[in-house]
C-alpha cells in the first residue's frame, strides 16, 4: 500500500503539463489511434495547456496588482485572506484524505463508467483535489479520516453527474465537441444556474433582456469584438487603480491579449483532444452496445477561452471587491483568487445559452453566496492549513475563493453538523438518486443511437 501511495504522489508531483501528454499518448496507443497520432495529440495537448497557463498568469501578473491597489486606495480591512488556489490544493493534498485521493478516484470512475451511471472519462485526475479539500474539512469537523473520504467520494459522484448533464451545453456554447467538465469547483455552480436562470425566465420583461458577443459586434462593428473589449475593460480597472497612463494602458493591452489567446490555446488543445475522443467513441460503441455517447473528462480551464465567460468575468473583479466591502458579515478580502473566477463561469455560459445579461446576474448571486461561504468555512480552512503544516500558529485567518466559496463543498461539511448519520446518509443518498436518474439517461440515449444508426443501415 504505502508504494501504491508512493507511485500516485509521485503522479501528482510531476504535474498536469507533463503528464497530460504522457496519459494521452497511452490512452491514444491503447484505444487504437495509431503510435504517431497519439504522440502528436499527447504533445499538442500539452503545449496547448502549457498556452492556456502562460496567458491565464496574465491576469494574476497583471490583474492581482491592479486589485490590490484598489484596496489600498479605498483603505479596505478585512481580516482574512484569500490565499488562492494553489494554496488550497497543496492543503488538499496535504491532507490524509489527499495522500488518497487520486486511487480512490479513480477506482470510482471506473465504477460509474461499468455501472452506466457516468458517460466521462475523467483524466484530469489533478484536479481531484477539490474532493480531497471537502474531505479534508469534513475530516477535521468529525475527527473521522472515514468520513473525510466518503464525503470526498460523494462530492466527485455528484460532480460526474453535473459534468454529464451540462456536457451537451458545453458542446453547442463552448464548441468543444466530445468533452465534459467534471471539475469539483466549476460543476458546483451549474445548479445555481440552472435554478436562477428558470427564476428569470418567470420574471415579464426581464426574461427577454440578453446581450452577447454577437449582438455587441453586430451593433458596434470592432468595438464589440473580444480584443477591444477586453482593452477597454482593463482600462477601465486600471482607472479605478489609480494607475496613470501608462498603467492603464499597459493593463488595457494585457487584457486585450487575454481574450484574444486564451481561445486561441483552447483551440490549440481541442486540436491535440479530438482524436482521442473519436477513438474513445468508438471503442466503447464497438465493445459496449448498451451505451451512449462517451465523453472526455478535462479540467475546465479548455472552457475558460469563451469570450463571454472571460468578459463578464473582468466586468465582476472589481464588483467582487466591491460586494466584499459592502456586505454586512463578510470577512474574507478577494485576492488571490481573482483570477479564478472566469472558472466560476464556464458552466454558467451553457447554462443561461450565452446570455450576457443572465450571467453577470448570476455572478453578483454566486459571488455573494461565495464570499459568506468563504468566511464560514474559514476556521477549518485554517485548520486544515495548520495540520498541513501550510502556514504558523498565529498566523491569521485563512480562506480562498476556489474552493473556499464552493457552495456543494459547504452544504457536505455542514450537513456533518447535524449527526453521522445524516451526515453521510443524506448526501450519499443524493448522489445514488443523481447516479441512477443519470444511469436512466445514458440508458434512453444509448437506445436511441441504435435506433438512429439501424435507420440509416435500413436505408
Given at each position: 500500500?504505502?508504494?501504491?501511495?508512493?507511485?500516485?504522489?509521485?503522479?501528482?508531483?510531476?504535474?498536469?503539463?507533463?503528464?497530460?501528454?504522457?496519459?494521452?499518448?497511452?490512452?491514444?496507443?491503447?484505444?487504437?489511434?495509431?503510435?504517431?497520432?497519439?504522440?502528436?495529440?499527447?504533445?499538442?495537448?500539452?503545449?496547448?495547456?502549457?498556452?492556456?497557463?502562460?496567458?491565464?498568469?496574465?491576469?494574476?501578473?497583471?490583474?492581482?496588482?491592479?486589485?490590490?491597489?484598489?484596496?489600498?486606495?479605498?483603505?479596505?480591512?478585512?481580516?482574512?485572506?484569500?490565499?488562492?488556489?494553489?494554496?488550497?490544493?497543496?492543503?488538499?493534498?496535504?491532507?490524509?484524505?489527499?495522500?488518497?485521493?487520486?486511487?480512490?478516484?479513480?477506482?470510482?470512475?471506473?465504477?460509474?463508467?461499468?455501472?452506466?451511471?457516468?458517460?466521462?472519462?475523467?483524466?484530469?485526475?489533478?484536479?481531484?483535489?477539490?474532493?480531497?479539500?471537502?474531505?479534508?474539512?469534513?475530516?477535521?469537523?468529525?475527527?473521522?479520516?472515514?468520513?473525510?473520504?466518503?464525503?470526498?467520494?460523494?462530492?466527485?459522484?455528484?460532480?460526474?453527474?453535473?459534468?454529464?448533464?451540462?456536457?451537451?451545453?458545453?458542446?453547442?456554447?463552448?464548441?468543444?465537441?466530445?468533452?465534459?467538465?467534471?471539475?469539483?469547483?466549476?460543476?458546483?455552480?451549474?445548479?445555481?444556474?440552472?435554478?436562477?436562470?428558470?427564476?428569470?425566465?418567470?420574471?415579464?420583461?426581464?426574461?427577454?433582456?440578453?446581450?452577447?458577443?454577437?449582438?455587441?459586434?453586430?451593433?458596434?462593428?470592432?468595438?464589440?469584438?473580444?480584443?477591444?473589449?477586453?482593452?477597454?475593460?482593463?482600462?477601465?480597472?486600471?482607472?479605478?487603480?489609480?494607475?496613470?497612463?501608462?498603467?492603464?494602458?499597459?493593463?488595457?493591452?494585457?487584457?486585450?491579449?487575454?481574450?484574444?489567446?486564451?481561445?486561441?490555446?483552447?483551440?490549440?488543445?481541442?486540436?491535440?483532444?479530438?482524436?482521442?475522443?473519436?477513438?474513445?467513441?468508438?471503442?466503447?460503441?464497438?465493445?459496449?452496445?448498451?451505451?451512449?455517447?462517451?465523453?472526455?473528462?478535462?479540467?475546465?480551464?479548455?472552457?475558460?477561452?469563451?469570450?463571454?465567460?472571460?468578459?463578464?468575468?473582468?466586468?465582476?473583479?472589481?464588483?467582487?471587491?466591491?460586494?466584499?466591502?459592502?456586505?454586512?458579515?463578510?470577512?474574507?478580502?478577494?485576492?488571490?483568487?481573482?483570477?479564478?473566477?472566469?472558472?466560476?463561469?464556464?458552466?454558467?455560459?451553457?447554462?443561461?445559452?450565452?446570455?450576457?445579461?443572465?450571467?453577470?446576474?448570476?455572478?453578483?448571486?454566486?459571488?455573494?453566496?461565495?464570499?459568506?461561504?468563504?468566511?464560514?468555512?474559514?476556521?477549518?480552512?485554517?485548520?486544515?492549513?495548520?495540520?498541513?503544516?501550510?502556514?504558523?500558529?498565529?498566523?491569521?485567518?485563512?480562506?480562498?475563493?476556489?474552493?473556499?466559496?464552493?457552495?456543494?463543498?459547504?452544504?457536505?461539511?455542514?450537513?456533518?453538523?447535524?449527526?453521522?448519520?445524516?451526515?453521510?446518509?443524506?448526501?450519499?443518498?443524493?448522489?445514488?438518486?443523481?447516479?441512477?436518474?443519470?444511469?436512466?439517461?445514458?440508458?434512453?440515449e444509448a437506445a436511441e443511437m441504435r435506433a438512429a444508426a439501424s435507420l440509416v443501415e435500413a436505408e
Amino acid at each position: 500500500m504505502y508504494y501504491v501511495l508512493a507511485f500516485f504522489d509521485e503522479i501528482r508531483g510531476i504535474g498536469a503539463t507533463i503528464m497530460m501528454p504522457i496519459i494521452i499518448c497511452i490512452m491514444g496507443i491503447l484505444l487504437k489511434a495509431g503510435v504517431g497520432k497519439s504522440i502528436r495529440a499527447g504533445l499538442t495537448v500539452g503545449i496547448g495547456f502549457i498556452g492556456l497557463f502562460l496567458v491565464i498568469g496574465l491576469i494574476g501578473t497583471y490583474l492581482g496588482p491592479a486589485v490590490k491597489q484598489m484596496v489600498t486606495n479605498f483603505g479596505l480591512q478585512l481580516d482574512v485572506v484569500d490565499v488562492g488556489w494553489p494554496s488550497a490544493a497543496a492543503i488538499a493534498f496535504a491532507s490524509n484524505v489527499g495522500m488518497i485521493i487520486i486511487p480512490v478516484g479513480m477506482v470510482v470512475n471506473v465504477v460509474m463508467l461499468i455501472t452506466n451511471t457516468t458517460q466521462t472519462i475523467d483524466i484530469d485526475i489533478w484536479d481531484y483535489w477539490h474532493f480531497a479539500f471537502t474531505g479534508a474539512l469534513v475530516a477535521i469537523l468529525t475527527g473521522s479520516q472515514l468520513f473525510g473520504v466518503a464525503a470526498a467520494v460523494i462530492n466527485m459522484v455528484i460532480i460526474m453527474v453535473l459534468g454529464d448533464w451540462t456536457a451537451s451545453g458545453v458542446e453547442k456554447t463552448l464548441d468543444l465537441p466530445g468533452v465534459s467538465l467534471p471539475h469539483g469547483f466549476t460543476a458546483a455552480y451549474a445548479p445555481i444556474a440552472m435554478v436562477l436562470n428558470k427564476l428569470i425566465d418567470m420574471i415579464p420583461r426581464v426574461n427577454r433582456i440578453n446581450f452577447n458577443l454577437e449582438t455587441l459586434q453586430r451593433r458596434f462593428g470592432v468595438f464589440g469584438e473580444p480584443i477591444l473589449v477586453g482593452t477597454v475593460l482593463g482600462a477601465v480597472i486600471g482607472i479605478v487603480a489609480g494607475y496613470g497612463y501608462k498603467g492603464v494602458m499597459n493593463l488595457a493591452i494585457q487584457m486585450g491579449a487575454v481574450l484574444v489567446l486564451i481561445p486561441k490555446m483552447a483551440a490549440l488543445l481541442m486540436e491535440g483532444l479530438l482524436p482521442i475522443s473519436d477513438a474513445a467513441s468508438s471503442f466503447i460503441r464497438d465493445r459496449f452496445k448498451n451505451r451512449g455517447k462517451i465523453y472526455i473528462g478535462l479540467d475546465s480551464a479548455i472552457g475558460v477561452g469563451h469570450p463571454l465567460t472571460l468578459s463578464v468575468s473582468l466586468i465582476l473583479v472589481p464588483i467582487a471587491v466591491f460586494l466584499a466591502v459592502i456586505l454586512p458579515g463578510n470577512h474574507v478580502l478577494p485576492f488571490a483568487d481573482l483570477a479564478v473566477i472566469p472558472w466560476m463561469f464556464v458552466l454558467i455560459i451553457p447554462v443561461v445559452n450565452g446570455n450576457g445579461f443572465r450571467a453577470l446576474v448570476i455572478g453578483v448571486v454566486v459571488l455573494t453566496v461565495g464570499l459568506y461561504i468563504a468566511t464560514n468555512l474559514s476556521p477549518l480552512i485554517t485548520t486544515a492549513a495548520l495540520n498541513a503544516q501550510y502556514i504558523k500558529q498565529g498566523s491569521g485567518a485563512i480562506s480562498s475563493i476556489c474552493d473556499g466559496a464552493n457552495p456543494l463543498t459547504w452544504v457536505l461539511v455542514r450537513v456533518y453538523e447535524m449527526g453521522p448519520v445524516v451526515g453521510l446518509g443524506v448526501p450519499a443518498a443524493v448522489a445514488v438518486v443523481m447516479a441512477v436518474f443519470n444511469r436512466k439517461k445514458i440508458l434512453r440515449e444509448a437506445a436511441e443511437m441504435r435506433a438512429a444508426a439501424s435507420l440509416v443501415e435500413a436505408e
